[in-house]
């Protein structure tokens, strides 16, 4: 069965220090990964999207970047965090043209 | 289509009680209509989902409807428990081809009081 891992859980950062989050996948090939990003008590922003290695898309203008070095990886960074940029980040994959997204267990930052 | 608006953005109900959330999109192209459930701490979790050729798809105690001519789909959850209260997403159908992107409803924080 697949399983998706996202670390750390929680992270607590300085305004202008560096951001590496981590998603990677198990027990799938090829998939289509995702970052979202929920702010306190609000819906899903979709930030970045994957159909394959390298190929990232991005949805939202930000700070934020994301990159795919591995089919099964997916990491989201940053080079200088902003206050804004606290939340609840969600990682997600879907099969190759499967519609049905499974979320990761979170990572919940908070920038100070 | 990008949008999909969620209603109620709040909804307290007894236990054992029915609820019912509506999303209504905009893309009548959209085939693929999913709910999530989101507890507190946690990533969401897909708890039922439909296909544009199914008019109503029941799971236990939850079930979710179609209506493709009014573009609305509703979740329905019967004899609720207090382990049902989470918030609820529907999510925005994603374009036929290219790659699977889904847009989030609101969400609906429910509540079901002992």
């Known amino acids: 069965s697949q399983t998706i891992h996202q670390w750390p859980a929680t992270l607590v950062q300085p305004v202008g220090s560096p951001l590496s989050l981590e998603c990677t996948v198990e027990?799938?090939?090829?998939?289509?990964l995702y970052w979202y990003r929920q702010a306190a008590g609000r819906g899903l922003q979709l930030l970045f999207y994957?159909?394959?290695?390298?190929?990232i898309s991005s949805e939202v203008p930000q700070n934020l970047s994301a990159s795919r070095p591995q089919d099964r990886q997916f990491i989201l960074s940053s080079k200088k965090l902003l206050l804004s940029d606290s939340g609840f980040y969600l990682c997600?994959?879907?099969?190759?043209?499967?519609?049905?997204?499974?979320f990761g267990p979170g990572t919940r930052l908070t920038v100070t | 289509g990008e949008n999909v608006e969620q209603h109620p953005s709040t909804l307290s109900v007894q236990e054992g009680d029915s609820a019912v959330i509506k999303c209504t999109y905009s893309?009548?192209?959209?085939?693929?209509f999913p709910w999530y459930k989101q507890e507190l701490g946690k990533g969401p979790q897909l708890i039922i989902d439909?296909?544009?050729?199914?008019g109503e798809k029941k799971d236990q105690r939850i079930a979710v409807t179609l209506n493709k001519t009014a573009k609305h789909f509703s979740l329905h959850i019967t004899e609720t428990q207090p382990e049902d209260s989470a918030v609820y997403f529907c999510?925005?159908?994603?374009?036929?081809?290219?790659?699977?992107?889904?847009?989030f409803g609101a969400g609906t924080r429910l509540a079901v009081h002992p």
């Open positions: 997600a994959w879907s099969l190759d043209r499967g519609y049905e997204q499974y």
């Open positions: 027990g799938t090939s090829n998939p289509n």
């Open positions: 994957s159909v394959g290695i390298g190929q």
């Open positions: 893309d009548s192209a959209s085939n693929y």
């Open positions: 439909i296909r544009s050729n199914v």
């Open positions: 999510a925005d159908p994603p374009p036929t081809g290219g790659y699977n992107k889904l847009i």
